[in-house]
Structure formats: structure tokens, C-alpha cells
Nanobody, 126 residues
Framework: QLQLVESGGGLVQPGGSLRLSCAAS????????VGWFRQAPGKEREAVSC????????YYADSVKDRFTISRDSAKNTVILQMNSLKPEDTAVYYC???????????????????WGQGTQVTVSS
């Protein structure tokens, strides 16, 4: 069973930064395309970012471009989402998931991903 665990969420002031981690248990995360998604209260889950299995292709939602950066830490078997210049509208539960078809992040949608983690809460508020 492919299990993912997110961590790094918390409460931060507007303009602050957080570093989210998506850790794999029992398998090598570097073999998979990984997506980050978020879900705010009362809203649908939406794609935030993606990195493909080889690390050569990434995707960012327009709302987070130039503020968020996705990367791999192979030594720790994790995928990192560095979030800078956070805004109140970034408040949500953040999830990571796997593209089991090993896509190149050209289509990042909730139905296209599997093995969801439990999520980590990010709250941006003064």
C-alpha cells in the first residue's frame, strides 16, 4: 500500500512562509509524479503544484506562481512545497497524492491522483 504523510502546516501571518513535506512510507517517492492539492472550507479540492517522476517537469496553479516552489529531497524520500509570501486565501488543508500513471504534470486534477495523505492544515491570519 502506498502511503503518504504530509507535515509542516501551521499558523502563519500574511507574508510569511511555510515548508510542507510529503513523505513516503515503504516505497521510493522519487519513482512517482507527486501533486500537491488544497481544500478550503466550503470549497472543492484544487490542484496547487506538481512535480513529475523525473523532476524535469513542474506545474503551479496561477494563484501560487512565483510564491510556491515544489522540489524533491531524495535523501529524505520526500517532496517539498516551499510556500512564501503567504496570503489569507492560501488557508486550506494541503494534501499530497500520487499520479499512478507517471504523468508529466500536464494535467493535474483530483481524479487523476491517488494514495492521498491525511492532509496538513495551513492557516494564514494576522
Amino acid at each position: 500500500q502506498l502511503q503518504l504523510v504530509e507535515s509542516g502546516g501551521g499558523l502563519v501571518q500574511p507574508g510569511g512562509s511555510l515548508r510542507l513535506s510529503c513523505a513516503a512510507s515503504g516505497f521510493t517517492l522519487g519513482y512517482y509524479t507527486v501533486g500537491w492539492f488544497r481544500q478550503a472550507p466550503g470549497k472543492e479540492r484544487e490542484a496547487v503544484s506538481c512535480i513529475n517522476y523525473s523532476g524535469t517537469s513542474t506545474y503551479y496553479a496561477d494563484s501560487v506562481k512565483d510564491r510556491f516552489t515544489i522540489s524533491r529531497d531524495s535523501a529524505k524520500n520526500t517532496v517539498i512545497l516551499q510556500m512564501n509570501s503567504l496570503k489569507p486565501e492560501d488557508t486550506a488543508v494541503y494534501y499530497c497524492a500520487l499520479d499512478l500513471l507517471f504523468g508529466d504534470c500536464t494535467e493535474v486534477t483530483v481524479p487523476g491522483f491517488d494514495s492521498w495523505g491525511q492532509g496538513t492544515q495551513v492557516t494564514v491570519s494576522s
